[in-house]
């Protein structure tokens, strides 16, 4: 699967690179445009962005001579899109991504304690494949040491 | 003289000594325990250390540089798992010998030559800042400029498979830096309408989310990919006889670690590679054949990485531009101490240089005995799932980069930038260079608008003055050939010129 959906992947991932040099590089015309000198501070940001750009075409030339083709073949379109979201972010990135924004999303409502309490022994537990135990006596005791050296050493205004 | 006697304060001040042993301490176990890196742990701790003062804040940074760049060995040499990039050439005899049941001098090698590197570099150190601060003082702002992008080009250069993607996180890093408000004119740049985007993007949460976020994300993809097996070993004891026998080739190699480490960008990876093939070279009759244990494949990747950590320094403390990653990490805590380094610091703060060479020297110290000790500990620690230890890490990643501005908002960048590092590694794009152009933004752009300011606001003249002095006409150049090198007829070229030599 993982080779399957390479090509796909790969130029997903150079075609976003180069939108987003794009965009950059009319955002960097725009700034300068706004004050148009050799010194204005579109000067750089417009020459960064146009090197971007110049540099995304590259990778995709260099990306076309060097992906092998022919081993992509799909029955459908929508199944090799999906497969290759579930190549490059697999379920235990995706869950722990989806954690991390409930985390602290979580922490800045019901305070970084609980927060992070929940936030451990959830993932550790998801991770380790259902060793609960461990987790929860590793979370108790890492949430205890996280807020004696941040919240009482350094001082941190902890949510 | 001044920085003879700052040199001497990490001596003596309890509290710094008692920061570098735990860093060195801090350091030999991340950097052992494979998945996690010395710059991740260095990102981690700039959070920590925000609101110190920059000498205890330097001394706990120093230590877990040198530390981390020990610890590799130990995973290399008892697991066959490089703890970091720069233990990869450890494996290639170290665990042959462990195999034997040799692990002990395999790793009383390890620990003695990381050593003895790390304070041969330390000597190269006082005597080369100086003597580069002196000759960095002729640099005119362009020279900076270029500088920068001879920097930029050489990391591209050297990390990752492709050069185009290497450059391109490079710049895409420039550009990210000059995302907020522009000191000169107070326009704002990349902001659209964003209040928080007027100060920049804070660069510790974008260190913190492409170094130890994405590093954490990739672990949890590859989980129990690789099984982890045990060696079981004695005390360890160094042998004098086989330190003089060796001290040779350590002097040669940690020489080459010392360069290669004050290159920018480089580091203890490239060092220790080059070191290996040198020995490899230049060793005629191993008493075992390199591969199958042969110490003087110890000695020489472990004398040079660890000589590269005090190398890397160099630019760092002359220049202002990071040897390496975990430099760059160690100039953003720098700046955010309000001390500016470059060939001025030396007369401005002299106390930094002596900081930094001290307190290298105490942490090379403390380090010949944490190294000795605590290898059953070792092995416990390197049993901890992954499971457990990655929750870990975010959990820190997300309150570190909470706790600079007591902000969510950046923890919801900081974790942006943690997917978009672990798309980056996925594809080859190196995420190193693109932190190290975030860091080098400022430094780039002040001295390019300085420069056209000194040219009139021509760029043409900008062009002419490059030419009109001899430094910059040789950085020039050596940014053409950097770029030259890297395209298709450059390679023809070059081909070429092998063939004839052969």
């Not at chain 2, 640099?139 to 920068?148: H, I, K, T």
């Not at chain 2, 350590?250 to 020489?255: M, P, R, V």
Request: aromatic share 10%.
């Amino acid at each position: 699967m993982e080779k399957r959906t390479f090509p796909m992947r790969e130029y997903a991932i150079l075609f976003f690179m180069t939108a987003v040099s794009v965009f950059s590089l009319l955002e960097s015309i725009r700034i300068l445009s706004l004050n148009f000198k050799a010194n204005s501070p579109g000067t750089l940001p417009t020459f960064l962005s146009i090197l971007l750009v110049i540099l995304s075409v590259i990778m995709i030339w260099e990306a076309r001579k060097t992906i092998p083709r022919g081993n992509e073949k799909f029955d459908k379109k929508s199944q090799a899109v999906w497969e290759s979201i579930k190549v490059e972010v697999p379920k235990d990135v995706t869950f722990m991504l989806a954690a991390i924004i409930v985390y602290a999303f979580a922490m800045a409502k019901i305070g970084f304690e609980i927060a992070t309490a929940i936030f451990s022994v959830g993932t550790m537990t998801y991770l380790t494949k259902g060793k609960w135990r461990i987790s929860l006596i590793t979370s108790i005791v890492s949430v205890g040491i996280i807020y004696i050296i941040f919240g009482m050493v350094f001082k941190v205004v902890l949510p | 003289m001044e920085v003879l006697s700052n040199m001497l304060v990490p001596f003596q001040d309890p509290k710094l000594l008692l920061l570098i042993c735990v860093g060195v301490f801090l350091g030999i176990y991340v950097g052992a325990i494979p998945g996690l890196s010395t710059t991740m742990a260095v990102s981690l701790l700039i959070s920590f250390t925000y609101a110190w003062e920059v000498l205890p804040a330097l001394a706990l940074m120093l230590g877990v540089h040198v530390g981390g760049c020990y610890g590799g060995s130990r995973s290399a040499i008892l697991l066959n798992i490089p703890g970091t990039p720069a233990a990869l050439p450890t494996t290639f005899d170290g665990y042959p010998l462990a195999k034997k049941g040799k692990a002990a001098t395999a790793l009383t090698v390890t620990v003695v030559q990381s050593v003895i590197g790390g304070l041969l570099g330390c000597l190269v150190l006082i005597f080369a800042t100086p003597l580069v601060s002196k000759f960095a003082l002729q640099f005119a702002p362009r020279d900076y400029f270029l500088l920068g992008l001879a920097g930029l080009l050489l990391v591209g250069g050297l990390s990752g498979k492709s050069f185009a993607k290497s450059v391109f996180c490079g710049v895409l890093g420039l550009l990210v830096g000059t995302f907020g408000m522009d000191t000169a004119t107070g326009m704002g740049r990349f902001t659209f309408g964003s209040l928080y985007l007027m100060s920049g993007i804070n660069y510790i949460v974008a260190m913190i989310g492409l170094f130890g976020l994405s590093e954490a994300l990739i672990q949890i993809r590859d989980i129990g990919a690789v099984p982890i097996i045990q060696q079981k070993i004695g005390k360890l004891m160094p042998k004098w006889k086989d330190v003089v026998k060796y001290f040779p080739l350590t002097i040669q190699t940690s020489l080459i670690g010392v360069v290669v480490g004050a290159l920018p960008g480089t580091g203890g990876d490239i060092a220790a590679l080059f070191a290996y093939d040198y020995a490899k070279r230049t060793v005629k009759n191993p008493e075992v054949p390199f591969g199958e244990g042969a110490i003087e494949g110890l000695v020489a990747p472990e004398s040079a990485n660890n000589a590269a950590v005090p190398g890397a320094y160099i630019p760092l403390l002359t220049l202002g531009i990071p040897g390496d990653t975990v430099t760059a990490i160690v100039i953003g805590s720098l700046y955010i101490h309000g001390i500016n380094p470059g060939p001025t610091l030396m007369t401005e703060e002299p106390s930094i240089l002596g900081i930094i060479v001290g307190g290298m020297l105490v942490a090379n110290i403390v380090l010949l005995f944490l190294g000795m000790t605590g290898i059953r500990a070792f092995a416990k620690i390197a049993e901890i799932p992954k499971g457990i230890l990655m929750p870990l890490i975010i959990i820190l990643s997300v309150v570190g980069s909470y706790s600079i501005n007591n902000s969510i908002i950046d923890v919801y960048w900081m974790l942006g930038f943690g997917v978009l590092g672990y798309l980056m590694r996925r594809h080859d794009f190196p995420v190193g260079p693109m932190v190290l152009g975030i860091i080098l933004s400022s430094l780039i752009e002040k001295n390019l608008r300085r420069s056209i300011s000194l040219s009139e606001g021509n760029v043409f003249n900008f062009f002419l003055q490059i030419f009109s002095s001899p430094l910059s006409t040789v950085l020039f150049v050596a940014i053409v050939l950097m770029v030259f090198v890297q395209t298709r007829p450059g390679k023809y070229v070059l081909g070429k010129m092998k063939q004839r030599k052969k």
